[in-house]
């Protein structure tokens, strides 16, 4: 049976040099060159991005890498444009601080190809630390800090509840099947409605053990302005996924989960866990405002105004 065409997408805005080293991964992939092509989604990028893509495209010698340019709406939007300019029979979708492994691609084809019943499939984050240990980091911390482990043990393959979207590939089919991402997400909870989305209407997630990623940790992750980007400004738009998928969940777990890292980053002077603390105790006030609010009245019209109204403005 032939190899599939696959359509990558990449997904950016104003990350040229991260950009870089994601695309110059995936043109060495040990699948078949004419078997495969990349689509750079450039959500109004005020940087070279177009012209890294150009650039690379022609030194490569390979006429199907090109770069789609929209106006910034936030990383979904820019997925689903992706998705409606592919030609390929299965979309992937990386992440454009992820660094590609040779076989990821062959990887993520035969889990597909073996498994009728899986609607997609994913891999896990290991993470590429670069640069020295930060100071006032935790050990535990900085070693998994932007890391997914894979659940599985030593079975090649695990059915999985969540997929991560920066490392998520799919027939074309399911996407007409499912719906493409909700173009009203564009942070933390923006992959997760889908793939609820997909197990609500009987589909299946799979992750496996040999399809994965590097996922960048760089040292400005750590920076003040780093932590609370990742940490804390992004996490009330976990509120709005909520509010999507449906989701049910108490605001007590999330102020528990706050008082978690927030002793942990007290116990071990590590601004990582002290950030998670922060950012958690703020979800736990966006969703529980949600809930005493609004959710009880069942005024659905008011909740999404105020929710989506926060993430209009999409992330740099």
């Not at 116990?267 to 005493?292: D, K, M, N, S």
Request: proline residues 3%; hydrophobic residues 40%.
């Amino acid at each position: 049976m032939s190899q599939p065409f696959v359509s990558i997408i990449v997904p950016t805005r104003n990350r040229a040099e991260l950009l870089r080293d994601s695309l110059e991964s995936l043109l060495v992939l040990d699948y078949p060159h004419d078997r495969y092509e990349i689509i750079v989604v450039d959500d109004g990028s005020e940087d070279e991005t177009a012209c890294l893509v150009g650039s690379l495209g022609k030194l490569s010698g390979r006429q199907r890498v090109r770069c789609c340019r929209q106006q910034s709406g936030g990383i979904n939007r820019a997925r689903n444009r992706g998705i409606a300019e592919a030609q390929g029979e299965v979309m992937g979708i990386v992440d454009d601080d992820e660094i590609a492994p040779a076989g990821l691609v062959r990887e993520a084809v035969r889990l597909l190809m073996e498994d009728p019943r899986a609607t997609a499939v994913g891999g896990w984050y290991r993470v590429r630390r670069e640069g020295q240990s930060p100071a006032f980091v935790c050990r535990q911390c900085w070693e998994s800090f932007k890391s997914i482990e894979y659940p599985g043990g030593i079975e090649q393959a695990a059915e999985v509840a969540d997929l991560p979207g920066g490392c998520l590939f799919a027939w074309r089919d399911a996407f007409r099947l499912h719906g493409v991402f909700d173009d009203a997400l564009s942070q933390p909870g923006d992959d997760t409605e889908w793939c609820a989305r997909v197990r609500q209407q009987g589909g299946r997630l799979v992750m496996g053990r040999d399809v994965w990623v590097w996922h960048r940790a760089l040292p400005a992750d750590f920076g003040l302005r780093g932590l609370w980007k990742k940490c804390v400004r992004s996490m009330r738009y976990c509120a709005t996924a909520r509010w999507v998928m449906g989701w049910s969940g108490s605001w007590l777990s999330d102020l528990r989960q706050g008082m978690r890292f927030l002793a942990h980053g007290l116990r071990h002077g590590c601004l990582v866990g002290l950030f998670r603390g922060i950012g958690y105790t703020a979800l736990a006030w966006e969703w529980g405002y949600v809930q005493l609010r609004y959710a009880r009245r069942l005024d659905r019209g008011r909740v999404e105004h105020r929710l989506r109204r926060a993430t209009r403005k999409p992330s740099g």
